[in-house]
């Protein structure tokens, strides 16, 4: 594990499609962007923007979640996505709940299916690398989707040697298909039993890099005062409507069940892509232990970059900070 340093400190129409319209999509349009609806595998429309970076669909493609009251539109996302363009293609959404996406957020745990849908999306365009780089909320769901997509890619390789222990469930073999993972349910992502939703999640794929920005390590914490705001936006019913009318997003009244993967749970499953831990400092809403219980549960070429005077998520982290984020998901390689 190493660890390095900085960081301080809103809609356009959208035409839908399909998940194979976007391949032959002219060269023109996608000089300039491309704006679109996505479809989740439980039917959530996601609105997500593609921009195609200095080189195109030869280089990389870096996927942006970002965090519980944003969306794409918003003026951090933009930067941020601005900064990421000098090195890969970038794909920017907006989580289920938010901005001009349907649904209601369910705050970290539906998510991982919005996400695949914009990595598929992502790889659509012919990106052979696909580098997903997550911010708060984000930071959780890029780590618990890249273990789903590492276990169901294991889940794969095991029915190929004819059934074998993946995770913490059993794979096996049937007419040269993935049967079904058994074991204990981990995981409320359509089913899924054991880690992976090997044919219970249509679409989480695995991909090539993984960074986490100001990511908790851990559920239902409360020990800090904006971590306590923010449990009561997500759990009264006063504060889910603070959430709608005054933060733009609209969350589901309903409690997890069962509980999704915890981020300490799932960084140990996602090797061997590259994991890139960034955590600032001052961060108001995660102190330091969740950084590194992440980085202590994580591989051991896991990279933690803790930031001197970094406060939270996008809004702290500046240009230079995200260039480095950039320049690391360039060269990431298994």
Request: a neutral charge; aromatic letters at 6%; proline letters at 5%.
């Amino acid at each position: 594990m190493t660890s390095a340093a900085a960081g301080r400190t809103e809609g356009s129409s959208v035409q839908p499609i399909t998940r194979h319209e976007t391949v032959g999509v002219a060269r023109a349009t996608l000089h300039s962007g491309l704006r679109a609806t996505l479809r989740t595998a439980d039917g959530v429309a996601i609105d997500a923007r593609y921009e195609p970076g200095a080189l195109g669909a030869e280089g990389p493609v870096i996927v942006v979640a970002h965090g519980f009251t944003g969306n794409l539109e918003r003026p951090h996302v933009r930067r941020a996505a601005g900064v990421f363009t000098r090195y890969a293609a970038v794909v920017t959404f907006s989580f289920r709940g938010h901005g001009k996406s349907a649904g209601r957020s369910t705050v970290g745990d539906r998510e991982v299916l919005d996400l695949a849908a914009a990595v598929r999306w992502a790889r659509s365009f012919g990106h052979a690398r696909v580098v997903t780089v997550g911010f708060s909320m984000g930071g959780s769901v890029v780590l618990r989707q890249a273990a789903l997509g590492r276990s169901r890619e294991g889940a794969r390789e095991g029915a190929a040697r004819g059934g074998r222990m993946e995770g913490w469930g059993r794979v096996e073999a049937r007419d040269g298909a993935v049967s079904g993972a058994v074991g204990t349910a981990v995981d409320g992502v359509d089913g899924v039993a054991g880690v992976a939703a090997v044919d219970g999640v249509d679409g989480v794929d695995g991909v090539d890099g993984v960074v986490s920005v100001s990511g908790p390590a851990r559920w239902y914490y409360r020990g800090t005062a904006p971590m306590r705001r923010l449990h009561w936006v997500v759990t009264r019913p006063l504060g889910r409507a603070v959430g709608r009318h005054v933060l733009g997003t609209r969350i589901q009244r309903d409690e997890w069940d069962p509980v999704p993967l915890s981020p300490v749970a799932a960084v140990p499953l996602i090797a061997p892509t590259p994991l890139l831990i960034v955590h600032g400092d001052a961060d108001p809403y995660f102190p330091l232990d969740h950084p590194r219980m992440l980085a202590s549960a994580a591989p051991d070429d896991t990279e933690l970059w803790l930031e001197p005077g970094m406060g939270h998520a996008e809004h702290a982290a500046d240009d230079a900070l995200l260039a480095r984020i950039g320049a690391w998901a360039v060269a990431a390689r298994v």
